[in-house]
């Protein structure tokens, strides 16, 4: 069982930016991959950006350029540095870990508003 806390969002204006964490109850170095995805009001959940075990990364193309996924193997949390959002942006955020075993645990959510 993996336990998962999303934290760092709220309130920013268009142009701003936030970073938002992921701390994990076990070591993220066994994960097969770990990822954000975002689902807006309406809308199917989406994936964001992933961060391979060999640390190779993808990312949405609405995102690349601005969004940044990173992992701390030694305090087991993983990032996203989120740089000039758009209110389009505005979503809840989910972290996510699929082990080797290709289980998958989620957190809660983080909320993210960009205002125009």
């Known amino acids: 069982q993996v336990q998962l806390v999303e934290s760092g969002g709220g309130l920013v204006q268009a142009g701003g930016s936030l970073r938002l964490s992921c701390a994990a109850s076990r070591s993220i170095f066994s994960s097969n991959l770990m990822g954000w995805h975002r689902q807006a009001p309406g809308k199917q959940r989406e994936s964001v950006a992933v961060i391979m075990r060999g640390g190779s990364t993808n990312y949405a193309d609405s995102v690349k350029g601005r969004f940044t996924i990173s992992r701390d193997n030694a305090k087991n949390t993983v990032y996203l540095q989120m740089n000039s959002l758009k209110p389009e942006d505005t979503a809840v955020y989910y972290c996510?870990?699929?082990?080797?075993?290709?289980?998958?645990?989620w957190g809660r959510g983080t909320q993210v508003t960009v205002s125009s």
């Open positions: 996510n870990y699929l082990s080797t075993t290709r289980i998958e645990y």
